[in-house]
T-cell receptor, first 111, second 117 residues
Framework: GESVGLHLPTLSVQEGDNSIINCAYSNSASDYFIWYKQESGKGPQFIID?????DKRQGQRVTVLLNKTVKHLSLQIAATQPGDSAVYFC??????????FGTGTRLKVLA | KAGVTQTPRYLIKTRGQQVTLSCSPI?????VSWYQQTPGQGLQFLFEYFSETQRNKGNFPGRFSGRQFSNSRSEMNVSTLELGDSALYLC????????????????FGPGTRLTVL
């Protein structure tokens, strides 16, 4: 499949453990954030979003935390599974017509 | 509901040629954005279209252009291809990127892998 990123930071996690992926965003005016998952050979897949008036949002096995004070976003994946292995991106929007993407983190799930 | 579709999925061209890539957004979505993804630069915004109008453009040379049709389908064109244009080109659609103070989620297609030889 395609190489999404050759020099991405990598997080290796044991299957069944929880994963925490971090993202420092660039613009204090950003109002909306999305986490995407990209598997080899595929386009980014929407996982979960959060608006700036929230500091936490939960989905199925995933939680996103937003700390506006330090411009930090994190994605927590509970009970990590082999199928979670992928590259994860955060994206921010300041209310303009474009999203800005982080560099991505590669998650490797060890059996 | 069908997702974002992109054609072709793979393309091989030589330097100097031009290429046209196509994107069909999710039904009802009127905003289409294009991104270039490379290992070295990550995901970079090319341009965004809404109702056949380009509303925002990234920092790419004029060789990169696009358009949107009345049915919201979009095409992007790269002329005079260079080796550095080899990348995964991603299309994303949204109901609207931002309206009434609300920002909307964006969904991606599978991408077109362009290789320039």
């Amino acid at each position: 499949g395609e190489s999404v990123g050759l020099h991405l930071p990598t997080l290796s996690v044991q299957e069944g453990d929880n994963s925490i992926i971090n993202c420092a965003y660039s613009n204090s005016a950003s109002d909306y954030f999305i986490w995407y998952k990209q598997e080899s050979g595929k386009g980014p897949q929407f996982i979960i979003d959060i608006r700036s008036n929230m500091d936490k949002r939960q989905g199925q096995r995933v939680t996103v935390l937003l700390n506006k004070t330090v411009k930090h976003l994190s994605l927590q994946i509970a009970a990590t599974q082999p199928g979670d292995s992928a590259v994860y991106f955060c994206a921010e929007n300041t209310g303009t017509y474009k999203y800005i993407f982080g560099t991505g983190t590669r998650l490797k799930v060890l059996a | 509901k069908a997702g974002v579709t992109q054609t072709p999925r793979y393309l091989i061209k030589t330097r100097g040629q031009q290429v046209t890539l196509s994107c069909s957004p999710i039904s009802g979505h009127r905003s289409v954005s294009w991104y270039q993804q490379t290992p070295g630069q990550g995901l970079q915004f090319l341009f965004e279209y809404f109702s056949e109008t380009q509303r925002n453009k990234g920092n790419f040379p004029g060789r990169f252009s696009g358009r949107q049709f009345s049915n919201s389908r979009s095409e992007m064109n790269v002329s005079t291809l260079e080796l550095g244009d080899s990348a995964l080109y991603l299309c994303a659609s949204s109901l609207e990127v931002v309206a009434g103070g609300l920002i909307y989620e964006q969904f991606f297609g599978p991408g077109t892998r362009l290789t320039v030889l």
